[in-house]
C-alpha cells in the first residue's frame, strides 16, 4: 500500500458513504453522523436491513471458506472490501489455508485510512490494499499490490460481495466483471452478491430510494439478472440463492426470506 492516508477534508465526512452506513448497521465504530442518520432512516424503513447485511456478510465468510477448504484457492482478489470489520476476508481463508494471499480492493479513501487491520496477514501468507474503483478493472490487475502479491499461473477467486447494486448497467456492469476475470487463469473462481427486491419490494425500495438521495443511487436486480454475472462460467450447487440459503453452516439460525434482498453465488471459470 504505497498512498497515504487520506485528510479528513479530503474523506468528506459531511456525506453519508455505503461503507461507512454498512459499518454502522454492522455495529462497527468507523462512520460519522451523515452516515448514522442515513442508516436509522434506512433501518426504520426496512428493520430487516441489519439481518440482511450479515446474512451477505455471512455469504463472504462461507463462500470464501468453501473456496480454500473444497477448492484449494489460495489466491483471493476482494472488490469493494469496506470498513475492517473482524472476520476479514484473509482471516478466514488463512484459517483453513494459511498460505492464502489477498489482495483488497476498495474506493472509499476512509477504507484506505482503516486498511492496517486488513494488513495483518499470517506469516506464511500475504495481503496488501489498492485504493482503485471496480469500474477500472486494469488499474486494479497493473496494480503493484496485484502484481507483487498474485500470480497468474494460479487460480485466484474474484470475491464481489455487496457491491453489484452499486455498479449499474450503464457502467458496463457485466463487462466490468469480465474485465477482472478475463486475466485470471482458468480454474479460477467467481463469487459475488447481488442486490434484489424481489423479497420485500415495498421496504427494499425505500431503501434504495433513501441510498439515491444520499448521493448512492443503487441498482436492484431480479433473479434472471442475477444469474447473467455467472453467464459462461460453471456454477456451483446450489446456483444463486438467496445469499442466506448458499450452503449455511450447520446450526445457523434460521432467517426468513423477506429478510434477505441479495442474491449469492459461486461459479468456476472454464
Ligand atoms: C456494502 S460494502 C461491502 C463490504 C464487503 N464486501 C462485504 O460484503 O461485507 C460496499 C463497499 O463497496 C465499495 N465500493 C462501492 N463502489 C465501489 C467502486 N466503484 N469501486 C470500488 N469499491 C466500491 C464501498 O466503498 C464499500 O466499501
Excluded at 468507523?30 to 426504520?44: I, K, P
Excluded at 478493472?137 to 464481489?160: D, H, K, R, Y
Amino acid at each position: 500500500m504505497r498512498r497515504n492516508r487520506h485528510t479528513p477534508a479530503e474523506i468528506n465526512t459531511g456525506e453519508a458513504h455505503s461503507a461507512r452506513v454498512y459499518d454502522y448497521i454492522l455495529g462497527g465504530k468507523s462512520n460519522y453522523e451523515a452516515d448514522r442518520a442515513a442508516g436509522d432512516a434506512m433501518v426504520q424503513a426496512w428493520p430487516s436491513l441489519p439481518v440482511h447485511m450479515r446474512a451477505n456478510r455471512a455469504f463472504m465468510h462461507r463462500a470464501g471458506a468453501y473456496l480454500a477448504r473444497e477448492k484449494g484457492v489460495r489466491q483471493f482478489l476482494d472488490i469493494g472490501t469496506g470498513l475492517p470489520t473482524p472476520p476479514n476476508l484473509h482471516e478466514v481463508v488463512q484459517e483453513v489455508e494459511p498460505t492464502a494471499r489477498i489482495v483488497y480492493v476498495d474506493n472509499d479513501p476512509i477504507v484506505l485510512n482503516y486498511a492496517e487491520a486488513l494488513l495483518t496477514s499470517g506469516r506464511q501468507g500475504q495481503t496488501a490494499y489498492v485504493e482503485a474503483d471496480m469500474r477500472e478493472p486494469e488499474e486494479i490487475v497493473n496494480s503493484p499490490e496485484f502484481q507483487e502479491t498474485l500470480t497468474l499461473n494460479e487460480p485466484v477467486a474474484l470475491m464481489i460481495i455487496g457491491i453489484l447494486h452499486f455498479i449499474h448497467t450503464s457502467d458496463d456492469d457485466h463487462g466490468l466483471v469480465r474485465r477482472l476475470l478475463d486475466p485470471l487463469p482458468p480454474g479460477s473462481y467467481l463469487a459475488a452478491t447481488i442486490g434484489t427486491a424481489d423479497f420485500a419490494p415495498k421496504e427494499v425500495g425505500q431503501v434504495a430510494a433513501l441510498y439515491e438521495s444520499e448521493g448512492m443511487p443503487m441498482q436492484l436486480r431480479d433473479h434472471s439478472e442475477a444469474l447473467t454475472f455467472f453467464d459462461g462460467l460453471e456454477l456451483i450447487e446450489p446456483g444463486v440463492v438467496q445469499a442466506h440459503h448458499w450452503r449455511p453452516n450447520p446450526g445457523d439460525q434460521p432467517i426468513d426470506d423477506r429478510d434477505v434482498a441479495m442474491y449469492g453465488g459461486v461459479a468456476r471459470k472454464p
